[in-house]
């Protein structure tokens, strides 16, 4: 649905940005397994593929804003 492809473009931005600035992606936040260059997605995730692709290469500015809406869509004031 579109609640699992939007949550997959913002972990793609997230895996990005952590990319973009090297800084290391504590072990309990780990993208490993939602990675679908490693292969690792099963046939339902794999449609989110191009999803995560996308978000992966928004601009930081870009997946800032997208996540800020999604989170005031949500009701989620203590987010933003």
Do not use: N, Q, Y
């Amino acid at each position: 649905g579109g609640d699992t492809m939007r949550a997959a473009r913002l972990f793609g931005a997230a895996a990005g940005l952590f990319e973009h600035v090297g800084v290391p992606i504590p072990r309990h936040d780990r993208f490993d397994s939602h990675d679908p260059r490693k292969g690792s997605w099963d046939p339902e995730e794999m449609a989110c593929a191009p999803a995560w692709a996308e978000g992966r290469a928004l601009c930081l500015e870009r997946g800032l804003a997208e996540a800020l809406a999604w989170a005031d869509a949500a009701g989620r004031h203590d987010i933003a």
